[in-house]
């Protein structure tokens, strides 16, 4: 049975270019987070989908947006690439409600 | 606003040597708690976790016990081994507005053992 999976592992991008990682919840799992992990800080929440919808977002702009597909994968998109986007982007899944949530190996972002 | 405090490291201990990571937490009601690991390269893997107070969370020789009466949630382990360096996150189930709730992570712990 896999477990959350994302893609890519590494990425390398500019400023001001356009990203999408990609996330392939837990088998039976129907809820998905996205976390942004900065080099020796703990996870930020971002936001959660479930049902194709964002149900809840964190200190985020705009340019952090999502999308949850009806095999419950999910993407994150990131515009207008700054130098302090880079980190370590983790996905989680869980079924709806119920804790604990199962996270992925993570996307790290380098943004050059 | 519900928030979570954890101490800080980085932690060096020698091989069986007791470890002890803090953990409090203020929030409104009583939140699951949870402790994540994570190894070198790696994403968050679960450690433990307890629901509701007095509840002890225990895995691969790790143990914490959900005391409502502190907001505490430390984590303890009798005698570390070199397998066991990594950061160690408290993560309690806060609320973050409304009727939502989120996983809040501390500002982790790096812990190093020595052989």
């Known amino acids: 049975d896999a477990g959350v999976t994302q893609s890519p592992t590494h990425l390398i991008k500019t400023r001001g270019q356009q990203v999408t990682l990609r996330c392939s919840p837990k088998s039976g799992h129907d809820t998905v987070s996205w976390y942004q992990q900065a080099l020796g800080q703990g996870p930020q929440f971002i936001f959660q989908y479930y049902e194709e919808e964002e149900r809840q977002r964190g200190n985020f702009p705009d340019r952090f947006s999502g999308h949850q597909f009806p095999n419950y994968s999910s993407e994150l998109n990131v515009n207008a690439l700054l130098l302090g986007d880079s980190a370590l982007y983790l996905c989680?899944?869980?079924?709806?409600?119920?804790?604990?949530?199962?996270f992925g190996d993570g996307t790290r972002l380098s943004i050059l | 606003g519900d928030s979570v405090t954890q101490m800080e490291g980085p932690v060096t201990l020698s091989e069986e040597a007791f470890l002890t990571i803090n953990c409090t937490y203020t929030a409104t009601g009583y939140p699951s708690l949870f402790w994540y690991v994570q190894y070198p390269g790696e994403g968050l893997q679960l450690l433990l976790k307890?629901?509701?107070?007095?509840d002890k969370g225990s895995n691969k020789g790790f143990e914490a016990t959900y005391r409502k009466e502190t907001t505490s949630f430390h984590l303890e382990k009798g005698s570390v081994q070199v397998s066991d360096s990594a950061v160690y996150f408290c993560a309690p189930h806060l609320n973050s507005g409304g009727s939502n709730y989120k996983l809040t992570f501390g500002k982790g712990t790096l812990l190093t053992v020595n052989p």
């Open positions: 989680a899944s869980s079924p709806v409600g119920v804790q604990p949530q199962h």
């Open positions: 307890a629901t509701k107070a007095d």
